[in-house]
């Protein structure tokens, strides 16, 4: 009996521990698998608390919190015009993905143009935890493989870090996933590092920060329609707003609010649609089906 009070006491220790930590995963990632370029990498933050995770890009959220900022601080100014020159935009991952414990329900969040998606994702990895072991880095690793969003994963967990998450949707392995791959090797994931949550740090919920129009709740198979309807019209959702007299504006080269001119609009339109057709890999390939 004492014995199983001690394990107990050191699990409890263990998951303690784990909790209120950022965790760093390297995303390497090709989206238009008939370029032939090298994968493109970004940071991503895992950030884990008592009640969930929020999963999302380092250099984008460093790049919105400055620019948020500068917005504040030019409009307490009592600015008319904003500029926002002198600002380095980085990162290209916009979505983020949350997970609620303990029950692992997952919200994604992403930007379809002008219109932002909170979607809930119902769909659950089903693991086949293999007996293969490794070692990656300081932790002891074990093999699992799934089907999930139309790729098939490969994945390594430690028991080393008992949180059952991972990187983006995935989670509900024994440990924390400390390296993911898709067979194609064209989609990634791999922890670099990990850190205490700075003090004072507090989880909110990307669905409270501020936002000029309402975020648009679906499940899965809407986000799904309103996936394809934006590939097939990049330009749809800016249009309506154009439509409802909403004048639409843009960050020109300088860092200054302009509004496009026809020509320009054109021009953006053809782009948009080229590089949304180079965009045959995505992450979620079953979005392409």
Sequence with gaps: MKKLITLTILLVGMI???Q????????RYVTDSTAGDQPETEIMLLDVVS?????????????DSLIAATMEKQFKAGTKELNLSGIQYKGKIRYSVEKTYPDYSVIFFNNLVADEYMVKDGRKQQWTILSDKT????FTVQKAVCDFIGRKWTAW???????????YKFHGLPGLIVKLEDT??????????????????????????????????????????????YRADPMKSERQMMAQGIVVKEIDASGKMTTASDSEKRDKETKRRNDIQKENNILELDLLK
């Design 51 to 63: 009640k969930g995770s929020k999963f999302y890009s380092k250099d984008t959220f460093e790049t």
């Design 16 to 18: 303690a521990n784990a």
């Design 20 to 27: 209120n930590q950022r965790f760093m995963y390297e995303y």
């Design 135 to 138: 070692k990656i880095g300081e």
């Design 157 to 167: 967990f430690t028991t080393d870090l008992p949180i059952q998450d991972g990187p």
């Design 184 to 229: 194609t090797h064209t989609h990634s994931f791999e922890l670099k590092g990990n850190k205490k949550l700075p003090a004072g740090y507090e989880w909110k919920s990307t669905k409270e920060k501020a936002r000029f129009n309402p975020i648009i709740t679906v499940n899965e198979e809407k986000y799904r329609k309103a996936f394809k309807e």
